[in-house]
């Protein structure tokens, strides 16, 4: 593997900066720099991914051409505007955070001072096993924003390092971004823990083994059809139906009545958009 960087910097110690330092270590033709705001992390960090410690956030700017932010949303903007203060004239670090929610602008104070900067979020889960997760980076997603032709240019590069794949999203189109991940991974525990409850009061004693042959099939199908994977009583327009399963969740598990109303009014929403217009009679049955 050809060396892309003299050092890669990294600040943070948690999941993300692990997996990260871990794959970006062939690229580095020093150890890779861990830096986090608890030494005692950034130590078992360091060791897990073969990387050396760092005592001072500066360490990073004088010694790292790439610096790559992996810490809380909440302190990015503090973290970026210690790395500025430390960065000397003259010198030009790529420096990137993996954020999903904020794009290049909160590096601001970094590309005032010369730096290239970029947001590079892999669309991806991290669960602590660094290992399976740089194998897991290879075909991933990578929605990158960056400030200029340059910065992009730079952030595709580490994508493809890392074996993924760039997506670009531009800066006011950020939130939006990971607003729809958020809305179709988290959203999604949310409603598989509704039916499984839901599930438990019907007598199943194992939910999720009902669950899982149906509901795989259905993301499968989703992802492959969009839409037009839908199936159901809401699709058939069979109001009986649905006004049964309302009538038993109100009977039964009132807590899952909002989001089931919900979900059924944003499908009805989506089936008039693709012009299959829902029945009038369906949707009061719905809205109650």
Known sequence: MAVRYHRVGMAGSGRVARALALALA???????????????????????????????????????????????????????????????????????????????????????????????????????????????MAGARFAITAPDGEALAEARTLVGLLGGVAVAITEDRRALYHAALSHAANHLVTLLGGASHALRVAGADEPEALLAPLVRAALENSLAKGFGALSGPLLRGDGETIAAHIDAIMRDCPDLLPAYRAMALATLDELDRSGAVSAPELRAIVAG
């Not at 030009?92 to 104070?109: K, R, T, W, Y």
């Open 26 to 136: 062939p690229f580095s033709a020093e150890p890779v720099l861990l830096w986090g705001r608890s030494p005692e992390r950034v130590r078992d960090a360091a060791e897990v991914a073969g990387a050396s410690a760092a005592e001072a956030i500066e360490w990073l700017t004088e010694r790292c051409d790439a610096i790559v932010l992996a810490v809380a949303d909440d302190a990015l903007a503090a973290v970026a505007a210690s790395l500025a203060a430390a960065l000397a004239p003259g010198r030009d670090p790529f420096v990137c955070h993996v954020s999903g929610g904020s794009g290049a602008a909160v590096l601001g104070a970094l590309a005032a001072r010369g730096a290239l900067t970029a947001a590079v979020h892999p669309a991806m889960t991290f669960t602590g096993d660094p290992v399976q997760e740089v194998e897991r």
